[in-house]
């Protein structure tokens, strides 16, 4: 009887254990109570139409010039040709996801949530797969990635410096507006992941691209823009690691 009282006190303990297990988030943001989810999650994933993301057949879908080939998180980026939804083919990115698990609908829902989700859901094209693949249509932001302008790889180093103050200056602004009014924080913000509009040497804008995981988090609705950019945005620029997306 002992031993049975201490296996079923045990088992509970692993039970409430996973239940209860801690939010894993980069170092820099360890005890920010206001980041409440992974987007991957069941807090995030939270209503029924969440996890029909990707139940429907897209139509009328036409596979223009391909931009990425395979990477860690997906299996290639495309542009359209002709029009989908009353969007251009050159203004929108196809992204072929590897599956339809919850990083993928998680994404999905991210990218509904600020704006640019076009359409998700199962593809058949014979010159991608011979099974249908699941797919995501977003809106393509405009903008290139700074180290690649001309103008960048033109300027002196002491230019080139404050260039990449301003993005960066910027990319914190963006994703604080985010976390503030969408309850969605970026942090994959490698420079590859914003893209800028220059005006000569200055950088006027950036656009963040890529909320899929593991660096986008569900945050509370309390949140404030100082919680996210505080002392010049640490927080905004935790991961600066590049990835392979």
């Not at 239940?19 to 894993?24: D, E, R």
């Not at 969007?87 to 990115?93: A, M, R």
């Not at 994959?188 to 593991?214: C, K, M, Q």
């Not at 569900?218 to 905004?236: F, R, T």
Request: charged share 20%; glycine share 6%; net charge positive.
């Amino acid at each position: 009887m002992h031993n049975l009282r201490f296996f079923a006190f045990v088992l509970g303990s692993l039970l409430l254990v996973a239940q209860v297990a801690p939010l894993v988030v980069p170092p820099g943001l360890l005890g920010k109570t206001w980041i409440e989810a992974s987007i991957d999650s069941d807090v995030f994933l939270n209503e029924p139409k969440d996890k029909e993301a990707f139940s429907s057949t897209l139509a009328g879908v036409e596979l223009g010039q391909r931009l990425t080939p395979r990477g860690k998180y997906n299996a290639g980026l495309y542009l359209l040709r002709g029009t989908y939804k009353g969007h251009p083919g050159s203004t929108l990115i196809l992204k072929i996801m590897k599956s339809t698990n919850k990083a993928a609908l998680g994404e999905a829902k991210a990218l509904h949530k600020v704006g640019d989700l076009v359409a998700s859901g199962m593809l058949s094209d014979k010159l991608v797969s011979r099974q249908p693949v699941p797919v995501i249509i977003m809106l393509k932001k405009p903008g290139d990635v700074l180290s690649a302008t001309r103008t960048y790889k033109d300027a002196n180093v002491a230019v080139k410096e404050q260039m990449r103050k301003q993005a960066n200056m910027l990319k914190c602004k963006k994703v604080a507006s985010l976390a503030t009014s969408k309850q969605i924080l970026h942090l994959d913000n490698h420079e590859a992941n914003g893209l800028v509009t220059l005006s000569r040497n200055t950088v006027a804008s950036v656009e963040l691209i890529d909320f899929g995981v593991p660096d986008t988090y569900l945050v509370s609705q309390n949140v404030k823009e100082a919680d996210v950019a505080e002392n010049e945005g640490p927080i905004c620029l935790v991961n600066l690691c590049e990835h392979d997306d």
